[in-house]
């Protein structure tokens, strides 16, 4: 029933930027914080962005800041992640995040009920 489905991975060169997108069905996405984690391979999965149902706060891992923007359409209940000036360290399967287990924090997979499928980008030199 509840869906997350991500869309605009690929593979670009260093420098270059992608938006991801996260369509979502089958919750109520008004009241509902949504987040972005990626994995690489061999490595656990990391947050990367969140933002809160009301899109007043958002949160951001060190490594992004100042690239990487979410941001929310409610009507459409869609989240996007923004992703400028792109480095071969970005470089994962994304994964689109939703819940809103308040005892957790934003940065923390463990607030997150439900999760789409991911999206690999790839970051070349």
């Known amino acids: 029933q509840v869906q997350l489905v991500e869309s605009g991975g690929g593979l670009v060169q260093a420098g270059d930027s992608l938006r991801l997108s996260c369509a979502t069905s089958?919750?109520?996405?008004?009241?509902?914080?949504m987040a972005w984690f990626r994995q690489a391979p061999g490595k656990e999965r990391e947050f990367v962005a969140a933002?809160?149902?009301?899109?007043?706060?958002?949160y951001y891992t060190d490594s992004v800041k100042g690239r990487f923007t979410i941001s929310r359409d409610n009507p459409k209940s869609t989240v996007y992640l923004q992703m400028n000036s792109l480095k071969p360290e970005d470089t994962a399967v994304y994964y689109c995040?939703?819940?809103?287990?308040?005892?957790?924090?934003?940065?923390?997979?463990?607030?997150?009920?439900?999760w789409g499928q991911g999206t690999q980008v790839t970051i070349s030199s």
């Open positions: 995040a939703a819940g809103r287990r308040i005892n957790y924090a934003y940065t923390h997979s463990g607030r997150y009920n439900y």
């Open positions: 089958g919750l109520t996405f008004y009241g509902t914080d």
């Open positions: 933002i809160s149902w009301d899109a007043s706060s958002t």
